[in-house]
């Protein structure tokens, strides 16, 4: 079926993917690669890239892989346990990526202090090595147990425990003690839906981690001349700098663009007391233009009309100040009727493309149909 093999097996060493919220495991069976497996009914599907031809199979899972997210679900069991004691936080969404893993907690809002709270308490448990086990119970039997949320069956109810610390119905797959769960990080934490989003790495993700991040400052060190630890105050001090610098080169740039409108108006040819400012070959960036027409339509009365002519194309620019009433926009459609060019704009300021041969032609065009709405 649509190039794939399924097998059904009442037994399996490999976990179906997102039961509980846990990705599935990778691995082949009988060597081919299986790409997924889920649940139907008390049988397990695999799903295969190639047929097996065997009714005897021999399953192999990535113990790297299943490892690396029984550290992950571990965590977040002990994570979302933390937050619960700490801040009385239930945990009501988890997602474990290829990368990342998060949980939504229903508090609404936490400071960088208690996130260090969580993290450092998070930790301490982990390297306390407190023992993770996992037992059956039946549904009569819960109540005895303080179980940090309700289990969704009924019967054959899954507890996962570290060792009195937390209780927790669950069918995914755990370490046999906190220290396995290695280091727990807290990347980032974010408001979502009222509540807060936590994204954190456990074990061997956040030893990678640390290690990307550490070669970063390293090289940003580096590249600074300035110790690791003063990084920080040093691409602060940059970044602040840059915005001053922007800021007075916005200051300078106003400065100058309001010269050359001024200058561009003494230029200017006068028609009816309608300054015409006509450019067929404007030496100026096109971005350049389009940031100078503001400040000459400040000034009344004026019409501008500025080509910009590049190595194939070119491109024009058709503004007007903002007492003068003709509708710019309508003037393209009329103009585009007669000749290929494409635009668009609003009725103060139009801009657009042609060939380039066609560029002085354009903008006569204009110049003319301006002339018979005045």
Known sequence: MNNRYYVKTNKTIFYPNLAGGQPGDRGTINGVEVIDTYEDGIDIVHVLKDNIHSDRVELSIDWNNRFDYMQQHSGQHLLSSVFYKLFNGETIGFYIGKEYVYIDVDIPKISEEEIQKVEEFANKIVFSNFSIKSYIVEREDIDKIPVRKDPIVSSNIRIVEIDGIDFSPCCGTHLRSTGEIGMIKIRRVESYKGNIRVEFVCGNRALRDYIWKSN???????????KDKDVYNRVEKLYNDKENLEKENRLLREKLFKFIATDLIREAKNINGINFIIN?????????????????????NTIILFGVKGNSTGQFIISRSQNLNI?????????????????????????????????????????????ERL
């Open 280 to 300: 067929e070959s404007m030496d100026m960036e096109f971005k350049e233009l389009q940031n100078l027409i503001p400040y000459v339509n400040l000034i009344e």
């Open 327 to 371: 509708n710019m926009k309508k003037l393209l459609e009329e103009v585009s009727q007669n000749i290929e060019i494409k635009g668009g704009g609003s009725p103060q300021t139009i801009q657009g493309g042609c060939s380039i041969d066609k560029l002085d032609d354009v903008i006569k065009t204009f110049y003319d149909k301006i002339l």
């Open 216 to 226: 970063a400052i390293q090289k940003i060190s580096n590249l600074l001349s300035s």
